[in-house]
């Protein structure tokens, strides 16, 4: 069976800093593609940051500057750093990871959210 397991999240104030991570586990013939989304209270599910099996990075524009994806592949985990936070950034965080369980056969699952609240 696959398994996500996510840690950090919580308060935290203006300005300051989170790290959030996620670790894969269960057989995979692909690796692990693994990315963070974050969905704020009315508002659509979006990916912030991911990165695939083979190591390639990538956050979106709007968290360049603050925001690093850094990972350690040996232990199939991604790590997100969140700096200088802002009430914006406050979110529901999920984990998302793509596999491939048989060859030629890819599924998607998410892991349990976590919550970011920044305050202000």
């Known amino acids: 069976q696959m398994q996500l397991e996510v840690s950090g999240g919580g308060l935290v104030p203006v300005g300051g800093t989170m790290t959030l991570s996620c670790a894969a586990s269960?057989?995979?013939?692909?690796?692990?593609?693994l990315s963070w989304y974050r969905q704020a209270p009315g508002e659509t599910r979006y990916s912030v940051a991911g990165?695939?099996?083979?190591?390639?990075?990538r956050v979106t524009d709007s968290v360049k500057g603050r925001f690093t994806l850094s990972q350690n592949s040996a232990k199939n985990t991604i790590y997100l750093q969140m700096n200088d936070l802002k009430p914006e950034d406050s979110a529901m965080y999920y984990c998302?990871?793509?596999?491939?369980?048989?060859?030629?056969?890819?599924?998607?699952?998410w892991g349990q959210g976590t919550q970011v609240n920044v305050s202000s």
């Open positions: 998302n990871v793509y596999w491939c369980p048989h060859i030629g056969s890819r599924y998607n699952r």
């Open positions: 269960g057989y995979t013939t692909c690796g692990y593609d």
């Open positions: 990165a695939d099996s083979d190591g390639t990075m």
